[in-house]
């Protein structure tokens, strides 16, 4: 099972700023991550699949939870970021082609992985039955139609809200012309509720970044993991510089994009316990 090319995806995990990204996503998402997911009915023994796991650590928090018995899959294209640790189990696997087991999991995870892939719908068509009949799915995705701009406080005026408005205007054309779903995160809920889930929760999350925030260190990654791209799309080495100045002045304000997780179970089975009620809480 293995994949070269990752179609659809801006980002690179062969890229020299792959492990600083990884780290950005944990620190911004992983407290809202490991919160809805101590929803679920997680428990010893459990069998969770985390798609596109990056850098691993909602992996790694998993198989802390359902340790003793339990274990955790973790699936990524290029999953060199996603070390094996007990518990966890490291898969190079292409979620829109590679073949999953029916019927496995107690719990499937993914972060920030469908919103890239142009497969979604089918992704997502794919994972329910790989769910145990009444195991749950989380996905956590942006909604980027949503970002706040920039609120210029003392040193930092209208040259740097300009600067932040031109980086995210250009990151989000680039998103969508690589076949990103802006508004995935709001319309997951719908997708997953017509894809047979029912109990759908969605919460959303919206931070405020300054910064010294993890959410600002990665759109100031976003600047350089993605020059190349933001370079061929017309925006100058300058304007990309004044961005990342902006965004790291210690007058930055910005709101953040709405985070959804949303929470579905695949009908019937045991492990029918209601969100909110599982036995980690
Ligand atoms: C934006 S990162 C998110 C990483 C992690 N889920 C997190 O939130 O910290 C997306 C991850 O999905 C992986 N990915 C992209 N396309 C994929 C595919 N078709 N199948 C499996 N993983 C994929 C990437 O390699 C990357 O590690």
Redesign the pocket.
Known sequence: MTTTQ?PG?V?D?EHADAAE??RC??GA?DAFTTRRLSRLPLAPGSVCLE?????G??ARWLAERVAPGGSVLA????PQ?TPPTPGVDVLT????CDPLPEGAFDVIH????LL??PERIDVLRRLVPALKPGGWLQLDEFDETTYGPLIPLGASGDAAAEAYRRYLGAKLRLLESAGVDLAWGRSAATAMHRAGLVGIDAEPEVQQWRAHSPGTALQVHNTRHLRDRFLAAGMTEEQLEEAGAAMSHPDFLASSCLMYSTQGQRPGGEAAVAAGQGASR
Do not use: E, P
Request: a neutral charge.
């Open positions: 990752v995806y980002f995990n990204q990884h996503l944990a998402y798609v596109g796991a990056g850098g650590s909602v699936t990524d294209v290029k970021h696997h292409d979620i829109t993914a972060r920030l992985v890239h892939l």
